[in-house]
């Protein structure tokens, strides 16, 4: 097992809980460029085919190139996780970063990478701006990479300093800026597809689904208008009549009146959401009981499967449809079923969760970066950079579609997405809350309704700048 270094992070991560404000909502409702481009029983060594440029063997140590985060006498490599464990995701991100370090526990029992132990140093951002800048001031000095780090704002605002370190770094963040060379310099290896075109998908599914007039509500911040753009583009696509286009418009959990009354009075047939689980949750229990007849969709990080805990559970169950990035906890694949067993072993009491693969899929590339980098003799930061991009494919074993870091981001970036219906029938008969991770038929209550696919929108759409940036 690695040594795990938590700066200010709270609680520990598995005993955190949901912060659920929607038992108060059914009583009353009122309340953030240029986009050219150049170019315990599974070893997780086995979890996933990982295709990389690197064929040769590992170097001896004294051929190794190091620097910050490299130990070369003990061949330890430092990498650190900047993580929003007290903020607006938090429930989520606590699953996100607890797969991620199991994930390190299982290739460090496995012998690490080729003999070099993998640890990893943690720190609670809060999502916050101005704290995830002063968390990475505090350990950008000791890590080689960062391997998971949340937010799109939160990325954005550190992004000057990660090209000054020529700092590696997988985001828990999907804003469509990230496959961009021309911003991000090389240095940010998201995955999955991203918010924009992960909302032409879910606008595709609701036009195949009938509908005719459209509400969009998002975020004031990056994700959401990045969202809110995807979304726009493919109610023209699909010609939608946006009735109501509030992207940008949910600010604060306080100042919500304005947005359920706009999306009651748009009278739209469907409305997307690109908020957090607790706003979703406020959203549509005020709008449902304030007179709105339409469904509901959000983009993944609006719903967290802890809401069919909540009082809003039957309306999520009935009203709401779910985009997805990953397949859900329960699904027979290689990846996920490697990952279910170890989370099982690490947290047996646990219950399960949709986030767990996220944090699992961040490690299984970030040690594909690590082969590659091993292999070739460079673990300096800059080393670890053209490793990356140096990536033409990782398969995360049926889990998600393969991701490639080479070529223009037209051509590599990951158009496919996945529509769960949360049912709170299939939740509530395998056990509901009660539920753990070593329980056989243990569920989310999370059914596949489509399975990763791009949509027509998707498919034709020219990615050839940030959807948000480029406006």
């Known amino acids: 097992m690695h040594a795990r270094s938590i700066r200010q992070s709270g609680p520990l991560l598995k005993a955190m809980s949901f912060p659920v404000v929607v038992g108060l909502v059914l009583g009353a409702c009122s309340s953030g460029s240029d986009g050219s481009d150049a170019a315990p029983e599974v070893s997780t060594t086995a979890t996933t085919e990982v295709s990389t440029t690197s064929t040769t063997a590992a170097p001896g140590i004294d051929e190794v190139l190091g620097g910050p985060g490299v130990d070369l006498p003990s061949k330890t490599i430092t990498l650190g996780v900047l993580a929003d464990l007290s903020g607006d995701f938090a429930s989520l991100t606590a699953d996100v970063v607890d797969a991620h370090l199991v994930f390190w526990d299982e290739v460090n029992a496995a012998g ?11 720190s609670d951002t809060r999502a916050d701006v101005d704290r995830h800048r002063e968390q990475y001031e505090a350990m950008r000095d000791e890590v080689l990479a960062i391997s998971q780090s949340t937010g799109s704002s939160a990325n954005a605002g550190s992004l000057d300093s990660y090209i000054e370190d020529e700092m590696m770094v997988v985001p828990t963040s999907w804003i469509s800026g990230w496959p961009f060379r021309s911003v991000d310099r090389g240095v940010m290896f998201e995955q999955n ?46 010609d939608l009549d946006v009735v109501y286009d509030g992207t940008g418009a ?40 304030f007179g709105y007849q339409g469904m509901f969709a959000g983009a993944v990080p609006s719903y967290d499967s802890r809401l069919l805990d909540s009082a809003s559970a039957e309306l999520f169950g009935t009203r709401y449809y779910q985009s997805a990035y990953t397949v859900g906890w329960g699904e027979d694949s290689p990846g996920n079923t ?12 646990r219950r399960p969760s949709d986030a767990f693969i996220i944090g699992w899929n961040a490690a299984i590339a970030m040690r594909s970066v690590l082969e ?8 300096t930061r800059a080393g670890v950079v053209e490793a990356a991009n140096s990536i033409d494919q990782i398969s995360f074993g049926g889990t998600t579609p393969d991701q490639s870091y080479t070529g223009a981001p037209d051509e590599f970036v990951n158009r496919q ?28 209550g999370s059914v ?18 940030p959807c948000y940036l480029a406006e």
Not at 208 to 233: F, K
């Open 112 to 122: 690490g990478i080729e003999g070099w132990t993998i640890d990893v140093e943690v």
């Open 193 to 238: 597809t991203n918010y924009c075109i992960e909302a032409m998908n879910v606008v595709g599914f609701a036009s195949g689904m009938g509908a005719q007039s459209l509400a969009i509500v998002t975020l004031d911040d990056l994700y959401g208008r990045d969202a809110g753009s995807g979304a726009a583009r493919a109610a023209d696509f699909y």
């Open 250 to 289: 949910v600010v604060a959990a306080d100042e919500l009146t304005e947005v359920i009354g706009a999306i009651v009075e748009s009278g739209a047939d469907w409305t997307f959401l690109a908020t957090s689980p607790s706003l979703s949750a406020q959203i549509i229990a005020g709008a449902v009981r």
């Open 338 to 349: 490697a990952m279910m067993s170890a989370m099982a072993a690490a947290f047996a009491d």
């Open 372 to 379: 590659a980098a091993i292999a070739s003799g460079d673990l």
């Open 417 to 444: 997405s996945a529509i769960f219906k949360p049912s709170l029938e299939a939740y509530t008969a395998a056990g509901g809350i009660d539920q753990t991770l070593n329980q056989p038929g243990a569920t989310t």
């Open 448 to 465: 596949l309704i489509q399975d990763f696919a791009a949509g027509d929108a998707a498919s034709v759409f020219r990615f050839s700048a």
